[in-house]
């Protein structure tokens, strides 16, 4: 296995969030930012993980963080009640809500109650909706993260024939529209498709979001492909030990692609950083239109 075909998110990373803290750090002459708020709702133990790699990008670029933890009973309305004072807070500048919520919870509805100008994490289904016109103002964070590693191959993406494996509409839907305005030719692939390797096989550019360990082989690779790898599994082995894996056989497709995304170190930390981003375009939108003096 050779080393410098994975694509790593980590340079990527500290690239994004040291412009966005210089851009930050700018914008701070004249005007000042409010506090990004993370919301976890109820018991959830991936969650600490995601809040505090979160937390530590806000500090690295200069963004005030603040977690909140909501009761497991919390009613729906309450949950809405406190979105509509974090919106009308001038003094916050972006939500996050960690998935998942508690079942009794209507997370869609959460994520429409955030206000398009505080939706960091592209989650409004109007910041969903605006990607088909190829607005791209909060794009969601992993779709643009797997986009901009696909950009560090140089391949040019116009014309690219791409196979987006995945169609949810917070992942595979988005990239494969962010693609498409790109210029690639974009087949979607989901868990009806008849033949999945047939598709993958044909394609320069492999992106897979399923959540299923090993989906992705070195056989239904092409020669020479890109393979980023959003999945997040987590595997136990027979010892016990608990490991986390993307969607990909990464050490096999490494003998066939020319680039493949490591998990961990892939996507993930490009996220964050594109978290980090949005927020700062979020901070943008808000000063042009008077929220912020
Ligand atoms: P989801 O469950 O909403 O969607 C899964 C998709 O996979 C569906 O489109 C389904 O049709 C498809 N699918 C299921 N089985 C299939 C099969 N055998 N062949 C082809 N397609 C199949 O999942 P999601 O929320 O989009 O997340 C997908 C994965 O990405 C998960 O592992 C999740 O943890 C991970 N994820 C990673 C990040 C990140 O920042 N890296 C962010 C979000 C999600």
């Known amino acids: 296995m050779t080393d410098h075909l994975l694509l790593r998110g980590a340079?990527?990373?500290?690239?994004?969030?040291?412009?966005?803290?210089?851009?930050l750090r700018e914008l701070e002459k004249r005007h000042v930012i409010?506090?990004?708020?993370?919301?976890?709702?109820?018991?959830?133990d991936g969650a600490s993980i995601y809040i505090r790699n979160q937390m530590r990008a806000a500090k690295k670029v200069g963004i005030p963080f603040e977690k909140q933890f909501w009761h497991g009973n919390i009613s729906q309305g309450d949950c809405k009640e406190r979105i509509a004072a974090l919106n009308d807070d001038s003094q916050v500048v972006g939500v996050i809500l960690q998935r998942p919520t508690p079942e009794h919870i209507n997370l869609r509805s959460l994520q429409s109650a955030i206000h398009p100008l505080k939706d960091v994490e592209g989650m409004?289904?109007?910041?969903?909706?605006?990607?088909?016109?190829?607005?791209?103002a909060l794009a969601p964070c992993t779709a643009a993260a797997s986009i901009e590693l696909l950009r560090q191959t140089g391949l040019r993406l116009e014309g690219l024939e791409v196979v987006m494996i995945g169609h949810s509409e917070i992942v595979g839907k988005p990239v494969a529209f962010m693609l498409m305005a790109e210029g690639?030719?974009?087949?979607?692939?989901h868990h009806l498709t008849r033949s999945l390797a047939a598709h993958s096989r044909q394609a320069d550019v492999v992106i897979v979001a399923v959540g299923k360990p090993k989906l992705i082989r070195a056989d239904m690779i092409k020669p020479g492909a890109a393979v980023i790898d959003i999945g997040i599994n987590q595997v136990?082995?027979?010892?016990?030990?608990?490991?986390?894996?993307?969607d990909v056989d990464t050490k096999g497709v490494l003998e066939v692609a020319s680039w493949v995304t490591p998990v961990p170190g892939g996507v993930g930390p490009v996220t964050v950083a594109m978290l980090m981003r949005n927020t700062l375009d979020a901070f943008n939108l808000q000063i042009k239109n008077g929220w912020v003096s």
């Open 11 to 23: 340079p990527l990373r500290k690239k994004i969030l040291n412009e966005v803290g210089a851009k």
């Open 236 to 246: 136990v082995d027979e010892n016990g030990n608990v490991t986390i894996v993307g």
């Open 34 to 44: 409010g506090r990004l708020v993370s919301i976890c709702i109820g018991q959830n």
């Open 184 to 189: 690639a030719t974009v087949t979607v692939c």
């Open 124 to 136: 409004n289904p109007a910041s969903i909706g605006n990607i088909v016109y190829n607005d791209l």
